[in-house]
C-alpha cells in the first residue's frame, strides 16, 4: 500500500508562476524526501526534511512538513519549463529504517 | 563516477521466460534497492539489501529474487516471467550510514512480458 498520496496528480501553470504540490502520509515517520522524475528518467532526489524540521529550502524550492496533519508540501517558485516532471514524496517510517515508501506522484507542465 | 547503472535499458520476454536485471552502483553504498514503477502507482519496493551479503523483501516480491553479488551489484531476477510483470524496473543505492541520506537511482529497464 502506498504510504504518501500527493494531490494534485496532475498540475498545469504558465512558466514563471510558483507551483504547490502536496502529499499526505499515513503513519509516523523518520523524515520525508521529494524527488523529480523527468520522462523516461530514473527518480533524482530534491531536498529532505527532518520529522522534527518544519521547513526547508533549497534554491527555489521550499518544503514545509506538519507531522500534526501528516502532510508535506513543496512549493518551486518563477517555475521554468525545465521544471516539467512528475514529483514524488517519499517517507522514511523509523529510525535506522532502510526503507522509503513513495508516494503516485504529481505530474507537473509548466507551459511556456 | 557513472553513479548507478542498469542493463538492459529495454526487454521484451514472452510469458515464462526468465531473464536477470543487473545493477550496479560505483559509490561504494552499502544499502541497494529494485523498484517496479506501474502507471498510477508510484515506486513499490521489491527487494533491498541492507549491505553486502544481505538481502530483504519488499512490498511486492512475488515472482523475484534477487542476488547481491558484491558491494557493487545487486541483481533481480525473474525466473518465470507474467504479464503482470510488465513494467519498468528502477534500482537504487544508498550510502546506508545514519538515517538521513537520498537514494540514488538508475535509469531504469523498461520490461514487456508479452
Known amino acids: 500500500s502506498q504510504q504518501g498520496e500527493e494531490d494534485p496528480q496532475a498540475l498545469s501553470i504558465q512558466e514563471g508562476e510558483n507551483a504547490t504540490m502536496n502529499c499526505s502520509y499515513k503513519?509516523?515517520?523518520?523524515?520525508l524526501q521529494w524527488y523529480r522524475q523527468n520522462s523516461g528518467r530514473g527518480l533524482v532526489h530534491l531536498i529532505l526534511?527532518?520529522?522534527?524540521?518544519r521547513e526547508k529550502h533549497s534554491g527555489r524550492l521550499r518544503v514545509t512538513l506538519d507531522t500534526s496533519k501528516k502532510s508535506s508540501s513543496l512549493l518551486i517558485t518563477a517555475s521554468r519549463a525545465a521544471d516539467t516532471a512528475s514529483y514524488f514524496c517519499?517517507?522514511?517510517?523509523?529510525?535506522?529504517?532502510?526503507?522509503?515508501?513513495f508516494g503516485t506522484g504529481t505530474r507537473l507542465t509548466i507551459i511556456p | 563516477n557513472a553513479g548507478v547503472t542498469q542493463t538492459p535499458k529495454f526487454q521484451v520476454l514472452k510469458t515464462g521466460q526468465s531473464m536477470t536485471l543487473q545493477c550496479a552502483q560505483d559509490?561504494?553504498?552499502?544499502?541497494m534497492y529494485w523498484y517496479r514503477q506501474d502507471p498510477g502507482m508510484g515506486l513499490r519496493l521489491i527487494y533491498y539489501?541492507?549491505?553486502?551479503?544481505?538481502?530483504d523483501k519488499g512490498e511486492v516480491p512475488n515472482g523475484y529474487n534477487v542476488s547481491r553479488l558484491n558491494k557493487r551489484e545487486f541483481s533481480l531476477r525473474l525466473e518465470s516471467a507474467a504479464p503482470s510483470q510488465t513494467s519498468v524496473y528502477f534500482c537504487?543505492?544508498?550510502?546506508?550510514?545514519?538515517?538521513?541520506?537520498?537514494?540514488?537511482f538508475g535509469p531504469g529497464t523498461r520490461l514487456t512480458v508479452l
Open positions: 537504487a543505492s544508498r550510502a546506508g550510514q545514519g538515517d538521513y541520506n537520498e537514494q540514488f
Open positions: 503513519t509516523s515517520i523518520n523524515n
Open positions: 526534511i527532518r520529522s522534527n524540521e
Open positions: 517519499a517517507t522514511g517510517p523509523n529510525f535506522g529504517n532502510e526503507k522509503l515508501t
Open positions: 559509490m561504494n553504498h552499502n544499502s
Open positions: 539489501s541492507a549491505s553486502e551479503g544481505t538481502t
